[in-house]
């Protein structure tokens, strides 16, 4: 903490100001006591200038009598005045010491573009303890002050550049990321930066590049499952991550005790990028547990129409997968009849049962919640609110000393803090993958381990499960001749299996499971003993009886859908992708 404290300008400058403040008062204490000695009058004034001459060096009155006051402060003075010299050029040479330390700079990180992506990034890896170049092509951005205060070596320009990406050594760094403000932008930025590292050796370098278009970054990042070469790319979307990581936190969907799904309605403001991968995630999850009933939802945007019905072209699924409704609505210039149709869908037994507000901004998504609260009365109902950080107005719907008790039903979302983070950026695809595998295990039943808690929750070594699982899904589709490709459309004519390619890949399920549990300890027994570890389903598919078989097949049947909900789809290896 102490080394911390010292690191920051700030606090240097006010151990410097008090450092100077205590000298003024020795000396001003020290000359006056050596006049009262020496029977010498000397007004402030002079005083003053004597405290001036022990400054610069120029104090001629050591042989007469020095009191211990001024014996500390004849040393003090030079001293903390070459520390002000020193610190003031640290601050106005700082770019330049810092492009010097490039010089001997690897293993870093480099980010291009701090805006709000960015500079939450970079900040993320230089808290983690990693050095942190940020490239910015706008010097006036806030983003470069915050960067700079976390420590993060800033340099000003193109970071599509080679030559401003050599002078970031994005050769020596581990990752790249990729974050300005368009995807041409990012996407030039990352091929860019091949030829510069072309010739690294080692390990590749890591190049995580944001698209906007979630969409298009679906259709990207399958890439990196056998990407090859001196830099490995994948493509993110905040937006998609984020609504991911909001339906793990706050499901919208309740089963009873016996598994049934409860019914549900959801209600959802802001029909945007976050919006749009809401309902298609929502749609996905409602599917599995509930396969037969539409899921109910009524959608609120000033151009929700017209939003959704680009959505339902792009996924065709969702004409079946749900019951909507849909209300052009604009909270800031309301109707009686939109007011009176939003009440509505919060009234009787089929009203909503789950409510999201969704807006990019933030006071928007905020006034909203209000609104509901307020004006339409809607205080039992859960409503997860989208807020930039889990600070400023989002503190307010934060558990905590800051959390008002006059909102008990709502819940922030802190978009920033949930998409930029570590694990967010070094997750490939494979990572993505295991997470919508452990997140299909919960939708269905436990093995015997106790695992339901949400991916954020699990070691390592608990998430290695779902992990294996992944690379036996891909060894499953090889072993028939399918691969991994992007979900282009969800409902669209997929590839299906045979009934003997269900039997098979069912079959490699249940080896790989029975492998897995002996290899953890677990023997078989006439009776499912989870404390002695002990499962009478520890035999070979052939002894299996025919129940457990049909679980094998159903789970396999299920595997199209899980895969859905993860952005990928099955396809034949002989079908480009």
Request: hydrophobic share 45%; aromatic share 6%; proline share 4%.
């Amino acid at each position: 903490m102490r080394s911390r404290f010292f690191s920051r300008a700030r606090a240097r400058w006010l151990v410097i100001a008090a450092l100077w403040v205590g000298l003024f008062v020795l000396g001003i204490g020290g000359f006056r006591q050596q006049a009262t000695v020496g029977h010498v009058g000397r007004s402030n004034l002079d005083i003053l200038y004597l405290i001036f001459q022990l400054i610069t060096l120029q104090y001629n009155g050591a042989d007469a009598v020095l009191n211990w006051r001024l014996e500390i402060a004849r040393f003090l003075a030079p001293a903390l005045a070459f520390s002000t010299v020193l610190q003031s050029a640290s601050l106005v040479f700082a770019d330049e010491f810092r492009r010097l330390r490039l010089q001997y700079v690897r293993n870093h990180t480099v980010v291009c573009g701090l805006g709000d992506v960015g500079t939450r990034l970079a900040q993320a890896f230089a808290m983690d303890g990693g050095r942190v170049v940020a490239i910015e092509s706008d010097p006036s951005s806030s983003g470069v002050a915050s960067a700079k205060a976390a420590g993060v070596t800033v340099l000003i320009g193109d970071a599509s550049d080679p030559a401003l990406l050599r002078t970031a050594r994005v050769a020596q760094a581990v990752r790249l990321i990729a974050v300005c403000g368009n995807d041409a932008t990012n996407v030039q930025i990352a091929s860019q930066a091949v030829p510069v590292v072309d010739d690294r050796p080692g390990k590749a370098l890591r190049c995580a590049v944001h698209l906007d278009d979630a969409e298009m970054a679906t259709l990207l990042r399958a890439a990196d499952l056998d990407q090859h070469g001196s830099v490995r790319m994948s493509f993110f979307n905040t937006h998609e991550r984020a609504a991911r990581a909001l339906l793990s936190e706050h499901s919208p969907f309740a089963v009873d005790r016996l598994g049934h799904a409860l019914s549900s309605h959801v209600v959802l403001f802001g029909l945007g990028q976050l919006g749009r991968s809401l309902v298609v995630n929502m749609a996905q999850q409602w599917a599995e547990i509930s396969p037969i009933d539409p899921l109910r939802i009524t959608i609120v945007d000033e151009a929700a129409s017209g939003r959704w019905a680009a959505l339902r072209l792009g996924h065709p699924a969702l004409d079946e997968g749900c019951d909507p409704q849909v209300l052009d609505f604009d909270l800031k210039a309301p109707t009686a009849e939109g007011v009176d149709a939003l009440q509505r869908s919060f009234a009787g037994r089929d009203g909503a049962t789950w409510v999201v507000v969704a807006y990019a901004d933030e006071s928007l998504s905020l006034s909203t919640a209000l609104f509901l609260h307020q004006s339409l009365g809607v205080r039992k109902l859960p409503i997860i609110v989208r807020t930039r950080t889990e600070v400023g107005l989002g503190a307010l719907l934060i558990p905590g000393e800051s959390r008002s008790d006059a909102f008990p039903t709502m819940r922030a979302f802190p978009f920033l803090d949930r998409t930029c983070t570590i694990d967010a950026i070094d997750a490939g695809v494979r990572e993505q993958l295991a997470r919508a595998v452990h997140e299909d295990y919960l939708l269905r039943s436990s093995d015997g381990v106790n695992l339901a808690k949400a991916w954020d929750e699990l070691d390592d070594d608990e998430r290695d499960l779902s992990r294996r699982r992944v690379d036996g899904i891909l060894g499953d589709l090889a072993s028939i001749g399918c691969e991994l490709g992007p979900l282009r459309r969800w409902g669209a004519p997929s590839t299906t299996f045979s009934e003997a390619e269900i039997e098979q890949l069912a079959e490699r399920e249940h080896i790989r499971w029975h492998d897995d549990r002996l290899e953890a300890g677990w023997t078989y027994g006439d009776a499912r003993d989870n404390d002695a570890r002990k499962n009478p389903m520890l035999v070979p598919w052939e002894d299996l009886p025919d129940d457990a078989r049909a679980m094998n097949v159903t789970s396999v049947r299920a595997l199209p859908m899980m895969l859905a909900r993860a952005g990928f789809e099955a396809v034949r290896a002989d079908i480009p992708t």
